[in-house]
């Protein structure tokens, strides 16, 4: 007969094969086709999308972009996007706010990050970071050495999609996460994270978790624009550039109106001066410029067909082939600036040489 304590020892080795087995039966979703990686099957919460993968700088750093809607789950109630608490041994991070506000907890301070702020978290530091009310929010988030390198990152947020949320990952998995991406959770006293991790580790191991996933790894790259947000690819790029999304769109704008008015040049210029910044009215001056020049080579090249009809030097057919050579040189200057066909206005009378002239 079996004393108490062999009964005990079948129990646990029962259990933990047990447990092993159904953790081997995972089916690990498949997110390599995948630009973004999103915490749950609605993609209504939190998105991680690698930017700037370790290896390709030589370990020297990596780059994720995280974007988290207003309701999004968090891993602390009522702190959209919120991670574990947690502090990098080797690692300097560096957060630049690139949408709406983010709330930085700060060894327990909270501070305020508005877009366009950049902050950097010190190796050590306690730290987690959620989404403040009012709209959702965009960061860029840089941790410099490279290594550990972002798998870590990679492998949370694609467990938040195998379990539709950041709350129901096994306690074990968070584990040997962090230990393997050298991170302490700062919710687990200090003086217990050693020993946790010295014997929890290897446990998680044997039943079959893994800090790393093949399937997990996501395609690296710019993020793509979210569906039914304020701001995305041109948001990221806005954030890489200075620019912003409306200095871009402002641009385009003024090209429109260049395209269509009749009198639309120097007004987009001065309208981009007013409303949409200096940058914009320089790129709305540089249209003028060559647009002027593309009518006067016209004038030109007209005038010169028109002279040469009326001397017989070479009739209707040197006429011809003067204007092919004026439309070969518009068609060169209108790689970069649209054709304008402007009309005369009400009663005015045709200036000579004018695209409009009889």
């Not at 159904?22 to 997110?31: G, T, Y």
């Not at 040997?176 to 050693?194: H, I, K, N, S």
């Amino acid at each position: 007969m079996l004393k108490p304590k062999q009964l005990l020892l079948a129990a646990v080795a029962i259990a933990l094969g047990t447990a092993r087995l159904l953790v081997q039966k995972i089916e690990r979703i498949d997110l390599r086709d995948q630009q973004g990686i999103w915490d749950n099957k609605a993609r209504s919460g939190s998105r991680l999308t690698v930017v700037t993968r370790s290896a390709p700088t030589g370990g020297d750093f990596f780059k994720v972009h995280v974007y988290t809607r207003e309701q999004a789950q968090g891993y602390y109630p009522g702190k959209p996007g919120s991670v574990p608490r947690h502090s990098h041994e080797s690692q300097v991070e560096e957060l630049h706010v690139t949408l709406g506000s983010a709330v930085l907890d700060l060894n327990g301070t909270p501070l305020t990050l508005p877009a366009g702020s950049r902050h950097t978290i010190p190796r050590g530091t306690p730290h987690t970071i959620w989404a403040a009310p009012g709209g959702p929010l965009a960061y860029v988030s840089t941790l410099t050495p490279g290594m550990p390198d972002e798998r870590i990152w990679e492998t949370y947020a694609g467990l938040c999609a195998q379990y539709d949320g950041c709350t129901k990952i096994n306690p074990l998995q968070l584990l040997l996460l962090f230990a393997e991406g050298r991170m302490v959770p700062t919710d687990v006293p200090e003086a217990l994270w050693g020993p946790c991790e010295a014997l929890l580790s290897p446990l998680a191991r044997f039943l079959g978790f893994r800090s790393r996933y093949p399937t997990y790894r996501s395609k690296a790259g710019e993020p793509l624009p979210v569906e039914g947000a304020e701001a995305g690819a041109g948001e990221w790029a806005g954030a890489e550039t200075g620019a912003g999304a409306r200095e871009g769109a402002g641009v385009g704008q003024c090209l429109q109106q260049a395209e269509s008015q009749p009198e639309p040049l120097a007004e987009a210029a001065a309208g981009a001066a007013g409303t949409a910044g200096a940058g914009e009215a320089a790129a709305a001056g540089q249209v003028v410029d060559t647009e002027h020049k593309r009518r006067e080579v016209l004038r030109e090249v007209e005038t010169e067909a028109v002279v040469g009809a009326t001397d017989g030097a070479g009739g209707v057919e040197g006429e011809a082939e003067v204007k092919g050579e004026a439309k070969g040189e518009a068609e060169v200057i209108e790689v970069d600036v649209p054709m304008y066909d402007p009309q005369p206005a009400e009663g005015a009378e045709p200036e000579p040489g004018d695209e409009y002239a009889e």
